[in-house]
């Protein structure tokens, strides 16, 4: 019962959004856009991949003795450069089509699901699983290296 509450009261206000919209003339409409670029600067991308070759890198040193773990990390670098790979390929789809919309101004942050954030905050969250990774490997490589 309480779903069915729900979804009229959305479809109720989505009615409501789409008439006040029709009335709105297209000149006073803001551009909208499909950013694809996901905000992020390119030193963000730098660190990222750099966390994740200094992490696969020591792996490799403190476990690459066997052939089970190799085929492990193979298959594991494979994973993330298909992952790394599909975004880049999904980012340049349209890349020259969206050279010519309209520019979104940055003024020190990105808007995330729950509301503005600035760069520092911002790229704290992103980047701080990749530096630990990094961090992790690189202890269990020495662990390795004095046991």
Excluded: K
């Excluded at 490799?60 to 298959?75: M, N």
């Excluded at 494979?78 to 020259?96: K, Q, R």
């Excluded at 729950?114 to 990094?134: C, E, F, H």
């Amino acid at each position: 019962m309480l779903m069915d509450f729900q979804m009229e009261g959305g479809q109720a206000i989505t009615a409501e959004i789409a008439a006040e919209m029709r009335d709105v003339p297209d000149e006073f409409r803001a551009p909208s856009h499909e950013v694809r670029t996901f905000e992020l600067p390119g030193s963000v991308w730098a660190i990222m991949f750099a966390s994740y070759a200094v992490f696969f890198a020591a792996l490799i040193i403190a476990t690459g003795h066997g052939t089970a773990a190799i085929f492990a990390l193979v298959v594991s670098i494979a994973y993330t450069i298909m992952y790394f790979g599909t975004a880049a390929v999904l980012n340049n789809v349209s890349a020259s089509e969206r050279e010519a919309l309209p520019q979104n101004d940055p003024i020190g942050g990105i808007e995330t699901n729950t509301g503005w954030m600035d760069n520092t905050a911002a790229n704290a969250q992103i980047l701080t699983v990749p530096i630990l990774l990094a961090i992790f490997a690189c202890g269990f490589a020495i662990i390795r290296a004095i046991v």
